[in-house]
């Protein structure tokens, strides 16, 4: 999960410099955890096949202010939408239509993180848009604190640890907030007091044990009951597993289970569907409206056709039509505006079935997409001469549709907080038959960077001069390398042996952290391959070393800056960093490949030999890829076990305590841009764009006009 780079003979470098000349895109994110300094430096070369013309309308306003707001852990960010402006009305109605669709499906996060949620998102509207005591004194601004974190994280556990937090003020303080709000806007039931409501509220905000942990992945425990998140009711893990080893999910099968809620009724274990008519209905409906409208004006016979199967799974829940949709979606390869809109990630189920709902809408960057479209077509070669064994190897690549997209809007679990790089669908069926499309969020990227720029992370990890003069120079270049390889090569390649199950039964809560440290591997083990210095997207192999240094660094150090003391790593892409790292370390120590070195009373991370190192990166690879083509859940199980969840305390604790002097807040998420129809004669003329700078504001805003749902589902 990085960025992209690519194009012809060393093309990539060639955009560096013109963007920088032109203080345009900066095309790069830092690795996870870290904020590395910006690229400072770029290597002169010519460029292939690019028309000046094509960089008009991509522009970024360099007085466009990216940071927004801060508080707590958490910093807010603007993005800019360039080219917007300049595309033709039919495209800019789809984009506003696929917008509100995306925002129409907002209340279902909220939900489906918690059965409490929108129970407690309705409270605090209540109270930060009607509170009529004094909001200058300490308590209102803890407690407004309190407000941005439960919205940044689609709820009250924290978006990355999955730890329930709480309001720092008192219950009575609380309590004092709801009797001096409008009782009328409290999510109360019809016949229920202020008092009865007070007391029913207070335990689900303050009270530890109720709803602790989002996602519990620990072992040889009941992850369905000790996780908080709404895909469960009733019903224990066992069960869960027992009813769905009656679905055949071997072959072209769907995802099953992927947009439902399980439970159990009358004593039987039972399936709420998500979709108009079951649950979610009334936003459902919403997100149906609006996608009625964009069919009108979608831009081409094959995006109308996917639009519509979407529309058709939406009103049946029926997965055959998803994966319909889903191949449709792929093979839709000249539509400028595209859309993710569904239920799509199953990274918050403990069981790697249920999927959370989020949306991307985008425009294609024509000119960034070059360069993926470099790599892209080399994906045989790569799977050819991976360290896969032969029986792992997929022997037709089928066609992986790379490009770059600027976010137009982001919804559900892509927001506040969302990805840089996607690869998608995730049915192993359709990847390996029809393919997948790999996308890199450039605009994203570049908000990123532009905020990260002055971090002060490298020079206060970075070992050595030579170390952060490397990092400097190719880092943010390398690490755009490292996801467009990730997303596109890495995710699509290998293949499930023939009668093994999916990944959801045969490696169950340990699948999303195996396939996340398989994509890394991929990339990680080309990264000093001559291949990418002779196809142009790599200027030689020592900048392939700036990204090890800063893979290992934050792989074994640097991420821990985003968890508590005393917790062990929860979410699965943390886990897949540790988990490579950590076992590229260990493997390596008796030779020293890596080590851990002292100066200065402070810890750096070493690599003292990069091929011996890249040499463990393809035994890891080719042992994980064995672990999911396989099906071999115990040695999954013990990798990750091993490896990615325990955090060394006193490494963790220098870490915060250097982390803190920086004053980085180590999250980071967006505002979404803000898009208004200009009408005249009753018609719509234009749609224009702003960007709001206030992430509360936008929140209650959302809260008024993009919420569909009752409190309970």
Known sequence: ???????????????????????????????????????????????????????????????????????????????????????????????????????????????????????????????????????????????????????????????????KFFPEVSEEYFAKLIKQSDASLLPKAATESVESFLNRIKPIVYDPTIEPKLVDLSPNIDNVLASSVNFYENVNQKEVEDFYSNFDSKGNAPMWGLNSKVSKENGKVVEKVWKLGGMYSKAIEKIIYWLEKAVIVAENPQQKHALQLLIDYYKSGDLKIFDDYSIAWVNDTSSRIDIVNGFIEVY?????????????????????????????????????????????????????????????????????????????????????????????????????????????????????????QRIKKYGDLTSDLHTDMHEAIGHASGQINPGIETTDKTLKNYASTLEEARADLVALYYMIDQKLVDIGVMPNIDAGKAEYDSYMMNGLMTQLSRIEPGHDLEEAHMRNRQLVAKWAYEKGKNEKVTEFIKKNGKTYIQINDYNKLRNLFGQLLREIQRVKSEGDFEAGKQLVENYGVKVDPLIHEEVLARYKKLNIKPYKGFIQPHYTPILKDNQIIDIQVNYPDNFFEQMMEYGKNHSFLPVRN
């Open 1 to 163: 999960m990085l960025s992209t780079v690519k194009q012809n003979v060393f093309l990539f470098l060639a955009f560096h410099k013109i963007f920088i000349q032109k203080m345009k895109l900066i095309y790069a994110v830092f690795i996870s955890a870290i904020s590395l300094t910006a690229c400072q430096h770029s290597v002169s070369k010519k460029i292939v096949d690019i028309d000046m013309k094509e960089l008009k309308t991509d522009n970024y306003d360099p007085d466009f202010k990216v940071a927004a707001q801060e508080f707590a852990d958490l910093k807010v960010l603007r993005y800019q939408v360039p080219g917007f402006n300049q595309l033709p009305l039919q495209q800019k109605l789809l984009a506003y239509y696929l917008s509100e669709a995306a925002l129409a499906g907002r209340d279902i996060i909220y939900d489906q993180r918690s059965k409490n949620g929108l129970t407690i998102r309705k409270t605090i509207e209540a109270i930060y848009g009607t509170y009529s005591g004094d909001r200058n004194e300490e308590d209102w601004k803890k407690f407004e604190v309190y407000c941005g974190r439960f919205w940044f994280s689609n709820g009250n556990h924290h978006h990355y640890g999955n730890q």
């Open 348 to 468: 918050e189920d403990p069981l790697g079935r249920k999927a959370t709902f989020e949306s991307v809408v985008s425009i294609k960057d024509m000119v960034a997409t070059k360069r993926l479209e470099a790599i892209a077509k080399e994906a045989q070669w790569f799977e050819d001469h991976s360290p896969l064994m032969p029986e792992h190897k997929k022997k037709n690549v089928k066609g992986i549709i790379a490009k770059a997209i600027t976010v137009v809007m982001e919804s559900g679990a892509t927001a506040p907080s969302g990805p840089i790089g996607i690869n998608l669908p995730n049915n192993e069926w359709i990847r390996k038959e029809h393919g997948s499309k790999s996308v890199s969020l450039s605009n994203i990227i570049h908000a990123y960077n532009v905020d990260g720029a002055t971090s002060g992370m490298l020079d206060e990890f970075g070992v050595n001069d030579e170390v952060k």
